[in-house]
Every structure is written in C-alpha cells, then in structure tokens.
C-alpha cells in the first residue's frame, strides 16, 4: 500500500458480537417496514428480475440499515415493499 495508514483508534475497534449500529436502535418504523416483515424470502420469484441502483444520503441509509436490523430484513425487502406500497397509493388515487 502507498502512502500513509492512518491508526485504529480504541472506539473503533470492537468486539466480535458487540457492535452495535451507528443508528439507536428504536428509530421509527413506517408502514413500509410492516409490510417488508409480511414477505416471505422464500416466496421471492428471482427469475426475470432487473437490477437497480439507488443511491441515499446518510440519513436515510442509517435508517434503512437500523430497520432492518431491527426486523431482520434484507435492504431488498424493504425496498420491494416501499414500491409496493407506493404502486398501491398511486392506484387508489
């Protein structure tokens, strides 16, 4: 490697099984995270899918990562149920 490395200091440094996510735990979870729980992985058809990227601030990845971890779901699920969610208001309008 080139140039300089900068240390580890000892707050970063933790533990196997004692890290803990950069969001408090007991953020908020919407309507999108309830329906997200409702999928079931293995009911997931991954044939035939396309392949998306989505780009977030900060804010709103911390968020997505702390709702997961809290409901064990995948970034996936929960976007699928997002879009859900958002086709099913669009339709009732």
Same mark, same amino acid.
């Given at each position: ?5 900068? /240390? ?12 803990? /996510?950069?969001?408090? #735990?007991?953020? /908020?979870?919407?309507g =999108?995270? *309830? ?10 058809? #991954?044939?035939?899918? =396309?392949? =998306?990227?989505?780009?977030?601030? /900060?804010?709103?990845?911390? #968020? ?10 995948? *970034?996936?699920? =929960? ?8 086709? #099913?208001k669009?339709?009732?309008?």
């Amino acid at each position: 490697m080139a140039g300089k490395m900068t /240390p580890l200091e000892s707050g970063l440094i933790v533990r196997k099984g004692q890290a803990v /996510p950069a969001i408090p #735990r007991g953020t /908020p979870v919407s309507g =999108i995270a *309830n329906a997200a729980e409702k999928l079931s992985r293995a009911g997931r058809n #991954r044939g035939g899918t =396309i392949a =998306i990227t989505v780009r977030l601030d /900060p804010d709103r990845y911390g #968020r997505l990562k702390s709702v997961g971890l809290e409901h064990g779901l995948t *970034n996936q699920e =929960i976007m699928v149920a997002a879009l859900d969610e958002w086709f #099913r208001k669009d339709d009732a309008t």
